[in-house]
Every structure is written in C-alpha cells, then in structure tokens.
C-alpha cells in the first residue's frame, strides 16, 4: 500500500530565454563608449521613441568607427544566442543600434521590437538605482483569470526585473515586451540597444 500513487515529470513548453553575457574588461571600452555617445548627443537632439524624458540616438552607431569593437562582440554573442535556441544555421544580421541616455526620472515605455528576431542591450553607465530593466510576460491570456498571489514564482509573476549593471550584455527575443524603470539616481543612466534580423 505504499507504493507511489503515480511518477510525475514536469516539461517547460515554449521557454522564453533571456542571455547575459557579463564582459571582464569592460572599464576602457565604456570610457570610450561614453565619449562617444556624449558626442553624438550634443551634436543630435534626439528623438523619442520609448523614452520618457530621455534622449535617444539615431539607429545608426554601428556604422561609426567608434562603435566597431562593441558590435563585433555583440555579433559573436547574437551568433552564440542564435545557435543555442537553434538558429545557428540562419544568416542573422545586425539592422540598427542606438544609444540612450536616461537623466533623473527618466525611463522607457513598456515596448517591443517588430519586425526583428533578436534584440538586446549593452550598460555603459549603470548608477546605483538607476533604472531596472522590466520584461513581461508574453502571453496575454494568463491575466483573464488567475488568484492572488503574495508568494511570486517563475509560473506567478507578470514581470521580471533585471539590473542594470556596466558591462552587462543581455539579448531576448525581440517579440519580448520590455521597459525600463525611472532612474532614481542623480546619474545619468547610458546604455546602448540593438536588434538582429534574419
């Protein structure tokens, strides 16, 4: 009689993959990177896009000089992404880079990025409460009916939060609806963002 009633296995259907790929020597590429970007916005007034408060880029830095190292690491990374979920044998191409720079207060509208497979963000300048990183979840019929919770998990949680930290790589599918934060810091909050394409 005490044998077990049933054996269980639980399988994760379509998991949603957020990569970080954490740079060891990130200190003079973020000067550089910083010198740059502050070049840029004081020669460009910006655009809005998702930003609140924030300026934003034109979509082009990976064509300037300044931003080659960055986009060669961030092809390698994409193509390390593409062959870990399967896509290692699609042609994937970088379609656009920008910069954003976040003041006091400032943030970023919760957003995707049509048309595009992958997208992801670099941290140059990431203070202390600066601004988290917020994905949500993708499917839209999880909210028509579901208890309260007070203990979140993996399968309870509408949004995940994600630091902000120098250095910091991330990449997720761009379908992925994402915002940040406001930035409570008296810093300027600067990071660069991207989409792939195939």
Excluded at 98 to 116: G, L, R
Excluded at 131 to 148: C, H, I, Q, V
Excluded at 164 to 183: D, R, Y
């Amino acid at each position: 009689m005490n044998e077990p009633q049933w054996t269980k296995n639980v399988h994760h259907l379509f998991p949603t993959a957020l990569f970080a790929f954490q740079l060891q020597d990130y200190a003079t590429l973020n000067r550089s990177l910083l010198d740059a970007i502050y070049q840029l916005k004081a020669l460009d007034p910006g655009y809005a896009a998702s930003n609140v408060l924030g300026w934003h880029s034109k979509s082009h830095l990976f064509e300037l000089e300044e931003f080659q190292y960055l986009k060669q690491l961030t092809d390698t990374a994409v193509l390390e992404v593409a062959k870990a979920i399967g896509y290692g044998e699609i042609p994937i191409k970088a379609a656009n880079c920008w910069a954003n720079v976040n003041p006091k207060y400032a943030s970023n509208k919760i957003h995707d990025h049509a048309n595009c497979l992958f997208s992801g963000v670099y941290y140059v300048k990431a203070p202390k409460d600066s601004g988290n990183l917020m994905f949500y979840d993708p499917r839209s019929a999880k909210t028509f009916y579901k208890p309260l919770v007070t203990n979140f998990t993996a399968y309870t949680a509408d949004a995940v939060a994600h630091a902000a930290e120098e250095g910091l790589l991330l990449i997720f599918p761009s379908w992925l609806k994402h915002g940040v934060e406001p930035n409570l810091s008296d810093e300027e909050r600067v990071s660069i963002s991207f989409n792939y394409v195939f």
